[in-house]
Structure formats: C-alpha cells, structure tokens
C-alpha cells in the first residue's frame, strides 16, 4: 500500500531564506509526482508536475526533484516570500499498470515566513 | 480559461439527510476526481470518472456515490449524512485519463449537524 509522508510537518523561515520541503513514498511504481499549495479554506493550487521519467523540474522560484528508486522528492523554494505562507503537499499517482488520475497525498509542510 | 467550479460552496446539513455536490471541470477536460479532506484523515480519494464511466473508488462506503455527465460535469452524492462526513470536498480535474497535471476546485465545505 502506497504511502507518502512529508518532513517537516511545519516549518517557520524568516523571509528571503531558501528552504527544502521532503516528501518520501514508500512504492516507487508510481506515474508522477504533483507539487500543490493550499492556501486556509481553500482549494490546492498546481505547483510543478514531475513524469516518473524526469529528475527535476523548474517553475520560477520552485525547483521539484524526484530520485523514484528512493522513493524520494523535495521541493526547493528560492529566496522566499511572506505570500509564500501555505501548506505545501506532495502526491503520487500510483501505476497499477494502467492509466489513473487518482492521487495519493502527503501529510502536508505547513509554511511560514516571517516578514 | 474558467478553472474548477464546484458548487455549493459550503452546505449545512443535518444528521441522516442525502446531498448533492457538484464539480464543473475546466473546459475541455474529459476526467474528474473528487477527494474528502479532513484534519484527521487529511486528503483521500473517493473516486475517479471518464466519459462518464467510475474509473477507479476509494475506500469509502456505499453512502457516497458519483457520477458524470456527458458534458464531464460531475456530481457525487453521500446519503445517511453522519457527523464524520463533516468535511471539504474537492474535485479535481483533468484533461485525460492518462496520468496528466491536475486541477483543484475550491471545494464545498460540507458541515453535518
């Protein structure tokens, strides 16, 4: 059974710091890897999707690398903002040896920075 | 471009009533997933559709239900309501079934009383 665990839970940065947030899984069959950020009450916002195939990709300040035969991923935000202030999760799509949009979420980092 | 519009976006309901949720994907978009998010739980799949066929269902009883349109509006219903289900619903969409990005609604907020 698929599990994806997220290091830390929470996390307090003071701004224009640069931060790593973990996310591990412990099957490696998985599609892809989907960065999201959830702002309170609200809705996941799509950040950077990595194919099982890629080692890493880029998006403005946010770089998402993914090591599959570790079961490993890290999202790396560059000099970060105060709006930067979410809970950030992780997701794999498994690969039951068919296509799925089904995801399987992490706990989830909750982001502070401090201004 | 319109993104995901789920509607209502909060409900109030009581202990042993049926409600009806429904999810507007964006436009052009043929999947839709929907997922129950609590602090306990976190975010857990409840299932997936495609040209308005169940793909895949998650671990939830036979209370909660779903469907899909032929124009790829989906809706999900959860009868019995208990006090567990108290919770935001999210639906996500996306442009095939093949493992593609996905894009989130901003949920209904379901409170049971």
């Known amino acids: 059974k698929q599990e994806v665990t997220q290091i830390p839970a929470a996390l307090s940065v003071p701004e224009g710091e640069n931060l790593v947030l973990n996310c591990s899984f412990t099957?490696?069959?998985?599609?892809?890897l989907q960065w999201f950020r959830q702002d309170p009450g609200k809705g996941l916002t799509s950040l950077l999707l990595?194919?099982?195939?890629?080692r890493e990709q880029t998006s403005g300040r946010l770089n998402a690398s993914l090591d599959k035969s570790s079961g490993r991923s890290t999202l790396y935000i560059a000099a970060s903002q105060p709006g930067d202030s979410a809970t950030y999760l992780c997701a794999v799509r498994p690969h039951y040896g068919g296509a799925t949009n089904k995801l399987i979420f992490g706990t989830g980092t909750l982001l502070a920075v401090q201004p | 471009k319109a993104g995901v519009t789920q509607t209502p976006r909060y409900l109030i309901k009581t202990r042993g009533q049926q409600v009806t949720l429904s999810c507007s994907p964006i436009s052009g978009h043929r999947s839709v997933s929907w997922y129950q998010q609590t602090p306990g739980q976190g975010l857990q799949f409840l299932f997936e559709y495609f040209s308005e066929t169940q793909r895949n269902k998650g671990n939830f009883p036979g209370r909660f239900s779903g469907r899909q349109f032929s124009n790829s509006r989906s809706e999900m219903n959860v009868s019995t309501l208990e006090l567990g289900d108290s919770a935001l619903y999210l639906c996500?969409?996306?442009?095939?079934?093949?493992?593609?990005?996905?894009?989130f609604g901003q949920g209904t907020r379901l409170t049971v009383v």
């Open positions: 996500a969409s996306s442009l095939e079934w093949r493992g593609v990005e996905a894009f």
């Open positions: 990595i194919q099982s195939s890629q």
């Open positions: 099957d490696s069959a998985i599609y892809n």
